[in-house]
């Protein structure tokens, strides 16, 4: 009779998310691109320099498309659509994902559906408002640049250098606070791992937002390279 009750469940839970193990189930809604488009789906190609690994590759219809596959951890891909410019992030992980995309904005995608993917719509529309508050000072104070420019006014230059210079400082205070109050979120664990980018990095805040992280996340390859590389810091500083 148990068994019965066990066979009957799992029948119940594939028939309601369509997942099994390991399986993600991407579903996009997009406006404005006709039936017969092709959908790539992409990742970063790590061992080399630079370039995409094609995933997959499926086609709207009825102004949708749909990928499946397997994560064994969560990983960032990418979407685009053929013959249009742009595409969006999406977390590929275990569970059902959804995108709703239009064609005149398609890297303003909503992902939405599993853990990272909500955090990482959420994210973005915190850099967003600084991003547009950035966009409107540069587009205020353009005129101002060119002319002070032109005069060779180093003053005027300066202050609204240092003042622009101020946004990419929000940016990075944003995320560190992000990191510390997301210690399960995949981003937080992208973002450590994007430290070592700055050239005067600091390895011992990095080594504190590292430890921060949750134990899951460390053994992510991003967690991994944290640690290799964290590692390495520490016999270069031996040495």
Not at 26 to 47: A, C, M, R, W, Y
Not at 190 to 208: A, R, T
Request: proline share 2%.
């Amino acid at each position: 009779m148990k068994k019965i009750i066990v066979i009957a469940l799992s029948a119940f839970v594939m028939s309601c998310t369509g997942i099994v193990g390991n399986g993600f189930k991407i579903s996009g809604e997009i406006k404005g691109l006709p039936d017969g488009t092709n959908v790539f789906l992409e990742k970063q190609n790590v061992s080399a320099a630079a370039g995409v690994i094609a995933v997959d590759t499926v086609k709207i219809k009825d102004g949708k498309f749909t990928f499946e596959g397997k994560a064994e951890e969560p990983e960032i891909h990418s979407i685009r659509f053929d013959k249009t410019q742009g595409g969006f992030i999406v977390v590929v992980e275990k569970g059902n994902i959804n995108a709703v995309i239009n064609k005149d904005s398609i890297q303003l995608a909503k992902v939405s559906g599993t853990f990272n993917n909500d955090e990482l719509t959420k994210y973005n529309a915190e850099m967003m408002k600084i991003q547009k508050r950035m966009m409107d000072f540069q587009n205020k104070n353009m005129a101002a640049m060119q002319a002070a420019q032109q005069k060779k006014d180093t003053a005027v230059m300066t202050k609204l250098s240092k003042e622009y210079a101020g946004f990419q400082g929000e940016f990075t205070t944003s995320n560190y606070k992000y990191i510390e109050s997301n210690p399960k979120s995949f981003l937080s664990v992208l973002l450590v791992e994007g430290m070592f980018n700055d050239p005067q990095h600091d390895i011992e805040k990095i080594k504190k937002y590292y430890d921060g992280l949750d134990s899951d996340l460390k053994g992510t390859k991003p967690g991994k390279s944290i640690k290799t590389k964290l590692d390495g810091e520490k016999k270069n500083l031996k040495k």
